[in-house]
């Protein structure tokens, strides 16, 4: 199983960036991709999830309305597009595979999203 992560960068407040995460190595029905992100000193944090098969997703209650996840079957990508960049945005982003319902064990390099004021 492996996940990989592309698409950070340097943005202004109120900016918007893409971040696409390319998985491969597992059957896709009963996964789920998440998205993870780790500011500075802190603790990681759960931002959004999407189920493969069914488009289920969820959010944390911090980016609601500002960022959605979508799936590529296709191309086999997992894309988080991130609107309405606040500088507490800022941190490093990671993308993450599992079981539905279960813990996400395989996990991406992480990319460095940056807002700026």
């Known amino acids: 199983v492996q996940v990989v992560e592309s698409g950070g960068g340097l943005v202004q407040t109120g900016g918007s960036l893409r971040l696409s995460c390319a998985a491969s190595?597992?059957?896709?029905?009963?996964?789920?991709i998440g998205w993870f992100r780790q500011a500075p000193g802190k603790e990681r944090k759960f931002v959004a999830r999407?189920?493969?098969?069914?488009?289920?997703?969820y959010y944390a209650d911090s980016v609601k309305g500002r960022f959605a996840v979508s799936r590529d079957a296709a191309k086999n990508t997992v894309t988080l597009q991130m609107n309405s960049l606040k500088a507490e945005d800022t941190a490093v982003y990671y993308c993450?595979?599992?079981?539905?319902?279960?813990?996400?064990?395989?996990w991406g390099q992480g990319t460095q999203v940056t807002v700026s004021s």
């Open positions: 999407i189920r493969w098969s069914r488009h289920t997703t």
């Open positions: 993450a595979a599992g079981i539905w319902g279960s813990s996400f064990n395989y």
């Open positions: 190595g597992f059957t896709f029905d009963y996964w789920a």
